[in-house]
């Protein structure tokens, strides 16, 4: 099992930019994919992004393609949600999660296990 932490999050206007980053430790080499999950209250849980970490893929939800970025540091087992032009629907809990396989659209059931979350607020 792999314990991951999320920072990152806070406040910011809308138009505005934020990084998110998600740190890996434990069993990091029993998974193939980390992942982004936002939840909105009364919402779903959302997969926004996916990185396949033994080739870099991405996938991208279209709420977020053009937007968001995610990416991989490898040495430091850590992910990163390079998050640009927020908006206030942006507003949510992010989540890091990491998995075996991914689906298309991402399925929160695919990864066994998940970060505490950070919440991202943005204000228009």
């Known amino acids: 099992q792999a314990q991951l932490v999320e920072c990152g999050g806070g406040s910011v206007q809308a138009g505005g930019s934020l990084r998110l980053s998600c740190a890996a430790s434990?069993?990091?080499?029993?998974?193939?994919?980390r992942a982004w999950f936002r939840q909105a209250p009364g919402k779903e849980r959302e997969g926004i992004a996916d990185?396949?970490?033994?080739?870099?893929?991405?996938y991208y939800a279209d709420s977020v393609k053009g937007r968001f970025t995610i990416s991989q540091d490898n040495a430091k087992n850590t992910v990163y949600l390079d998050m640009n032009s927020l908006e206030p629907e942006d507003s949510a809990m992010y989540y890091c999660a990491a998995g075996l396989r991914s689906s298309r659209p991402l399925r929160w059931g695919d990864y066994g296990d998940w970060g505490q979350g950070t919440q991202v607020t943005v204000s228009s």
């Open positions: 990185i396949y970490i033994r080739g870099g893929y991405t």
């Open positions: 434990g069993f990091t080499s029993s998974y193939n994919y």
